[in-house]
């Protein structure tokens, strides 16, 4: 794997005309959404706009509503206010909406949820048969054009219970973009996974960033946020606290809170 | 400062912990307690058994036509065999036998073709046999029409109507059973209340008490022309209350399923119906086999509860046959041929269901 170069490039979404992948097409837009858990206010007042090509990643402790947000995003949890909108579709109950929405980000999940009576083969070109009526022989060539990028076509007709969690991560990974997403949303990606293994699954995450992927990850790898990333926000209770390009973010972190976060962590 | 340079090699096991020594002094002869309670329990099966064989097998008679062909002193099977047209077949009229024989034959043939591996087009077979050969069956067995004659309900019995009885039961209350789950974890609340009331009404009462408001009161409260066949109302009193108890079984299944599962079927836009029909339906059914063929078996040997109402099946018509004056006495012969023929039945679903287990076992733990 060559050593990324978009490093030197991130700049903030204000002066961005440096990062020439981000367009100014608007991919996600959160105005003011708000959730609650019963009594418990999980997001307060999320506001953020994503452009498409942006990448983006989401850290804070945990219990700060940043997985809960992400996973607002294709309706694995309902907001109750606010506006959430993707693409050009508006996220509510509407099941038309919901499904053209999931159709069009892909989620990468901390266990994986990889199906374990299904083939790995099987696991990818299900979603484009059954969802987008892709023909059987089709899909199965594009399941296999992605596993090879993702560097385990050898594994296509194993089992995901025979594979290691860097593996499965990595088909995971590979299962989402079969179905040609326009936003990748990553859940804590690596946080399940055996420290040397990280590396494989963050490998195919830059290169994807590197390909111009919208993406949005909650994840502690701030290594990975300092190579990859454009933006960095900064969660805590509910709440946007930072947001910052991640030079500024990493050396000169506004608030108290953050201040506090990235010394317990860096 | 250690340094391991040298790779030491596999050696055996010590020979006393494996083998047939091995496995004998590990199991049985493992302290001298156990080792007089296997001499025991040795004696006891040894005392027991070999008389039982010889009263099965050795003494017994098994050519003749009637009771005076038993001289041996063990089991008289001439019972048995000079009766088992009637075992079989119930009181159906002898010269349509043919019909039977044919779906027995077309049973077994359809299940060899499902349960083999082997099998091309398995799909087609399956859909055969849930679809056109039931109907097949029905107009094989009831007649009246395309030139075979009439045979009513009541003359059906013996071991063909505690197969009609038990096969119609399982093939239809599985599909119910697995709505009835769904519908009780479904999201309206409408779907919900009515699966859990029907659920739990079905669940709470007894089969026999299912079976007689079938039989004797249902006729009570409908109008005199509509003359309800006695065994289609069995059928459908035994279809709802097993489809009541799969729902259940299921449902365990569907909650032991990981929510990831869910969340990554719906993150990948697939529908309810395809979500549970390619994701969760597949996983919960393989964890619930055990349980589903536990039903299956109950269902089974629940089907002899009919006699009750009236109903000859297997049990019943053995049953009847121990009244006849001419072979008094030989209950245990009866009695011991029907528990035979049902545990045939039962363990060969039981070892299905084991080989079915093995097959579908794709080495995970779901996650």
């Not at chain 2, 010590?14 to 001499?39: D, E, I, M």
């Not at chain 2, 999201?187 to 299912?210: H, Y």
Request: charged share 20%; with cysteine.
């Amino acid at each position: 794997m060559s050593e990324p170069t978009v490093s030197e490039q991130t700049v903030s979404e204000q002066n961005s005309p440096a990062d020439m992948s981000i367009s100014d097409e608007v991919m996600i837009k959160l105005d003011n959404v708000n959730k609650w858990y019963g009594d418990f206010h999980v997001l307060k007042d999320i506001n953020l706009t994503v452009h498409k090509g942006e990448r983006i990643v989401v850290c804070g402790p945990s219990g700060s509503g940043k997985s809960t947000m992400i996973r607002c995003l294709n309706r694995l949890e309902e907001h109750q206010k606010g506006e959430i909108l993707v693409g050009k579709t508006v996220l509510n109950n509407d099941l038309k909406n919901i499904e053209t929405i999931r159709r069009e980000v892909g989620m990468v999940f901390q266990h994986f949820n990889l199906f374990p009576h299904l083939t790995v083969l099987e696991n990818l070109a299900l979603a484009p048969i059954w969802v987008r009526k892709t023909p059987r022989a089709e899909a199965e060539a594009t399941a296999m054009k992605y596993l090879e990028r993702v560097k385990i076509p050898d594994q296509a007709h194993k089992y995901p219970g025979q594979l290691s969690g860097g593996q499965q991560q990595r088909v995971a990974i590979a299962r989402s973009l079969c179905m040609n997403p326009e936003v990748m949303l990553f859940d804590e990606p690596t946080s399940a996974l055996d420290p040397e293994m990280i590396k494989e699954v963050l490998d195919v995450m830059i290169e994807l960033a590197q390909e111009g992927m919208t993406m949005i990850c909650v994840t502690h790898e701030m290594g990975f946020a300092k190579t990859v990333a454009n933006r960095v926000i900064f969660m805590d209770a509910g709440q946007i606290i930072e947001e910052n390009n991640p030079d500024d973010f990493f050396d000169n972190p506004q608030s108290e809170r953050t201040q506090l976060f990235l010394s317990q962590i860096l | 400062m250690i340094i391991n340079d040298t790779k030491l090699p596999d050696l055996p096991p010590p020979g006393s912990t494996t083998g047939v020594v091995g496995w004998l002094r590990k199991n049985l002869f493992s302290t001298p307690f156990y080792s007089l309670l296997t001499l025991l329990i040795g004696y006891i099966l040894f005392s027991t058994l070999i008389p039982a064989f010889q009263w099965i097998f050795i003494d017994s008679d098994w050519v003749g036509d009637s009771r005076d062909a038993c001289t041996s002193g063990g089991a008289c099977w001439v019972f048995i065999t000079v009766r088992m047209d009637q075992f079989i077949y119930g009181f159906y009229p002898e010269a349509e036998y043919w019909r039977i024989n044919i779906l027995f034959g077309m049973l077994a043939l359809l299940i060899v073709a499902l349960v083999y591996e082997g099998t091309p087009k398995k799909g087609l077979i399956a859909a055969f046999a849930l679809t056109i050969f039931p109907i097949f069956a029905f107009y094989m067995l009831y007649g009246g029409s395309f030139g075979l004659t009439l045979v009513e309900t009541h003359k059906w019995g013996g071991l063909s109507l505690t197969l009609v009885l038990a096969i119609v039961g399982i093939v239809a209350s599985l599909p119910l059973g697995i709505m009835l789950a769904l519908g009780r974890r479904s999201q309206m609340s409408v779907v919900r209340s009515f699966c859990t009331v029907f659920i739990e009404m079905w669940r709470g009462v007894p089969l026999i008490t299912i079976l007689f408001m079938a039989s004797v009161m249902l006729p009570l409260f409908m109008p005199e022309e509509i003359d309800f066949d006695k065994l289609l109302r069995a059928l459908i009193g035994i279809t709802l209350f097993q489809s009541a108890y799969m729902a259940e079984v299921i449902r365990g299944g569907l909650q032991a399923i990981p929510k990831g599962q869910y969340e990554a079927a719906d993150a990948l836009g697939l529908s309810y119906w395809k979500k549970m029909a390619l994701i969760v339906l597949p996983q919960a059914l393989k964890i619930m086999i055990p349980g589903i063929v536990n039903t299956f078996i109950a269902l089974f040997k629940d089907t002899s509860l009919v006699l009750i109402i009236g109903l000859f099946d297997l049990l019943a018509i053995v049953q009847a046959a121990l009244s006849d004056p001419k072979w008094l006495g030989y209950s245990i012969e009866g009695y011991a041929f029907v528990a035979f023929v049902f545990w045939i039945f039962c363990f060969s679903m039981s070892r299905y269901s084991q080989y079915l287990e093995r097959k579908l076992h794709t080495g995970h733990g779901a996650r």
